[in-house]
């Protein structure tokens, strides 16, 4: 049902963790329906340095938090907002329907975490 | 490849591999025709009819093949409802049957017909007070699973067919996780209607039956010929009721040895995980129980990975049921139980059976620790180490 | 043995048995599972949808699993009705239906809807002007089949249902008997359901489909998890499906040949028969008919007894069809076709299939003519000699 | 389906054919029904001492008109007529329910060829 990458990313999840001092965190998904993904980004001058991730989730939810810390990274905190659900879902070679919900939360997770980032600059 | 899911489907017995074969190529003939050949079909399939029907304490005529035991299921219910609906349109469940029953009944609710899902407490079981005050004068079916496919539970259809009896309701039981596992036997219980499947106990898939006491009114669901008493049409899957036949046999001589050993290797399950994994449950580990069905619930840790992960080493299990492993909603048997739906979402079933091993399970007890421990490092949630 | 009652049932061809055999006990995953196991079956059963589907012109999502033809027709119709019956309650079918579209019919009519059954001519044809006079504005569901059991007559499909086309009428065809014996293409035919059932085309018992042009409302008959896109609940009969697709295959590949070399069969028969019985008849010799299948009416005889002392010569054919064999009454077909009673009653069947031989045949026209004999000098009527 | 002994008396019918000046005939059933029996007697002294049929019908049709011809060669009318369907039935082991109706054309085939007689004798 899932993909070789889906599969990768989901045994082997790249950048699993949690940043300190992050300059921006998102958390979306709620335990209730079985998915929570907290995004951790360290962004320098709107770059986005590193991104690491937590999530509670099935194997889609796992894959798909993996494969977003690894789209954005190095990316712009412009170029890393317009990354879609799709787009997280396509480099993984796909999603099965009822799955695609999981690439919903990685692309809300990376704009929960830039939007804090941006917050955060604006109150300092 | 360890195989622990034998709640979802479990491997024909080679003899009852053997048992079919025949009827494939050459003793192929239609039991409806006259000729030698039609006949002989028809006594090998009247044959199991006996066979079945004395396993569970039952007659002959009152055996129905289906074509499994989500038929079987919406036969006993739609049928008995079409029959009845004269009569009332009160209709008693539980919350913890399975799909092809509890679907019956929510596409019913749309008909117009008034449905009652009785609760259970917090180890899944029924209680027969419950039911005695939910029963109305316009109740025409109750219908409560035997044993439930998740937990294990094993309800106490006695007590509780009991009191449809002295109101004169039909009865139906869903006994696809009982048949060939535990001794049924139908009078005993004082059921009307008894639902199995035969891929449940090292038969073939694509064959059940329904078990209807002589003189329960029964509406057709399958229109056609004059198959089955004119109860189910269609020509009869001759192999497939001759593999269920075997299975039945097999089940009758051996079944109790079976019991023993794969309770033990259950039991050893069980123990193992509770001791080296902390923060996990065993659901309904106290109440009576199938002796093969261990669900175990991991904080913090969501279901399909952990079945992706023991996929990953060649063990296979369910998270949750198979039939919702494809859908987002946890388990609404868990739901039931009381459990919340994060606590839910952490399932896993392990159900065993008798080709399992010692050595099996031994290899789930080294392995099944790590990756719990792996995923509670990638989860957000209480990071609890692994002993 | 001669078998020449391939109409009634096949045997499966060794390479179907073949390709279900490793699903019993290796390959026996539950296709919802989503460890490798479950979908090493799921993958099976997806490619068998796959190969179907190419065969009929259809789309994968298009072909809904069922046990057989008997339940493929229950869905088809009642699944329609139940879609639709908003729309409208007038259905329309033919008066030479199989038994497990009749009797679906049947009691649609006690449920209210009108049902009208169209006539045949003489030789068992449908006329479109008829359909096309009997159609109404309430009209939502018009089903007539492709073939029939009994004469073999191929009725004009592509006529009817463009008819139904044009006013939007959903139109099911039962293509039990031309499945894997003629060219199916859907979209040539233009109907929105078809019916189908391995075991006719040397194919296992117990496992159908039914072709669901995408887009037509279907509700599901049986209810439970989410097997086959919410139209069949029930866990997959794995083996039999694999083995239906094995049967497809093959008839993709040979069909065109056995179909000549099986009509040469039956056409010598034929001769044969005319040649050296007299007073008897083939029903429907000149209309459009099926290569295998030969109904023939002998003056002053009862089928069963022609049918019983084939039997004892070893040749094993039907009276009729399969399914009435076990009942009194004539086949509802030749009455269709305006045979009277007492000529409907001397009918007897021959359907020949692949494995059928020259020899064989021989072997026939060698008995019948004196079975025929035999049983007219224990007849109190007509005395004619056999030549 | 059919007992051992209703085959054997559809295969090897007894006593198939006319009798010529018979001293009672009877003939029951309908074509339209799918069977007709016709049953020719000859009678000394209220004796039978011969008795044949035709059939058109069914297996059980046949044997059961074979038997009943047995059942009845030497008895009495009287006897005769004492036989019931279900007497027929059991001197062929039995038939299966939808091929009762067939004991009942014996049974019936005897009595009206035994009335033929009576009514002819009255007659003379
Ligand atoms: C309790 C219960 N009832 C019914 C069924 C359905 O039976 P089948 O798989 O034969 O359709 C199952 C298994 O899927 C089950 O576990
Ligand atoms: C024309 C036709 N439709 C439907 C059926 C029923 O199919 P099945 O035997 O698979 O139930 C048959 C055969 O019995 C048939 O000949």
């Not at chain 1, 699993?16 to 979306?28: A, C, M, S, Y």
């Not at chain 2, 001589?253 to 033990?264: F, N």
């Amino acid at each position: 049902m899932y993909s070789e990458k889906v599969l990768d990313h989901f045994r082997n999840p790249r950048n699993v963790g949690k940043i300190e001092n992050p300059d921006g965190v998102g958390k979306v998904g709620n335990p209730v329906c079985g998915d929570v993904m907290v995004m951790y980004l360290k962004i320098k001058e709107d770059v986005i340095e590193d991104a690491r991730f937590e999530t509670f989730g099935c194997g889609a939810a796992i894959a798909t938090s993996s494969m977003a810390t690894e789209l954005i990274k190095g990316k712009t905190i412009e170029e890393a907002r317009q990354i879609s659900n799709n787009a997280v879902a396509e480099a993984l070679d796909g999603l099965p329907p009822v799955k695609m919900h999981c690439s919903v939360l990685a692309e809300e997770g990376i704009k929960a975490a830039i939007e804090d980032y941006l917050q955060k600059k604006k109150e300092q | 490849m360890i195989y622990l899911d034998y709640n979802a489907t479990t491997p024909c017995d080679k003899r009852v591999v053997e048992a079919m074969l025949p009827f494939f190529q050459e003793k192929f003939g239609n039991p409806s025709s006259l000729y030698y050949l039609g006949q002989e079909a028809k006594n090998a399939i009247e044959e199991t009819r006996e066979r079945i029907a004395r396993f569970i304490g039952a007659r002959k005529e009152e055996i129905i093949f289906t074509s499994g035991g989500t038929e079987a299921n919406n036969l006993a219910i739609r049928g008995t409802i079409e029959a009845l609906k004269k009569k009332g349109n009160h209709l008693i469940t539980s919350s913890i049957e399975h799909h092809s029953v509890l679907k019956v009944f929510q596409s019913l609710e749309k008909e117009g017909f008034e449905v009652t899902y009785l609760p259970v407490n917090d180890a899944g079981q029924l209680d027969p007070d419950t039911l005695q005050k939910s029963i109305r004068p316009s109740t025409i079916l109750i219908s409560i699973m035997q044993a439930n496919n998740e937990t294990g539970v094993i309800e106490p259809i006695k007590e509780l067919a009991s009191l449809a009896q002295t109101k004169g309701i039909v009865f139906h039981t869903d006994a696809v996780q009982t048949m060939g596992k535990i001794p049924i036997k139908v009078k005993d219980l004082g059921v009307s209607l008894l639902s199995a499947s035969a891929h449940k106990f090292y038969g073939p898939k694509g064959i059940g039956f329904l078990y209807l006491r002589k003189g329960t009114p029964l509406s057709p669901q399958i229109r056609g010929g004059e198959h089955e008493r004119r109860k189910r049409a269609g020509t009869e899957n001759v192999p497939a009721i001759v593999g269920m036949g075997k299975a039945t046999e097999i089940a009758a001589g051996e079944m109790e040895a079976e019991t023993k050993k794969v309770e033990t290797l259950r039991n050893t399950l069980e123990e193992g995980l509770l001791s080296t994994i902390p923060e996990i449950e065993v659901v309904s580990q106290k109440a009576p129980r199938l002796f093969n069905t261990s669900l175990i619930l991991v904080k913090d840790v969501e279901g399909e990975s952990m079945l992706l992960n023991l996929d990953f080493e060649g063990i296979e299990v369910s998270s949750g049921s198979a039939c919702t492993s494809g859908s987002l909603e946890p388990s609404h048997v868990l739901l039931a139980c009381g459990y919340p739906h994060e606590i839910a979402h952490g399932s896993i079933r392990f159900s065993l059976g008798k080709f399992n091993t010692a050595e099996e399970i031994n290899q789930v007890l080294e392995v099944f620790p790590k990756i719990v421990e792996k995923l509670r490092k990638i989860s957000p949630f209480g990071k609890s180490e692994v002993h």
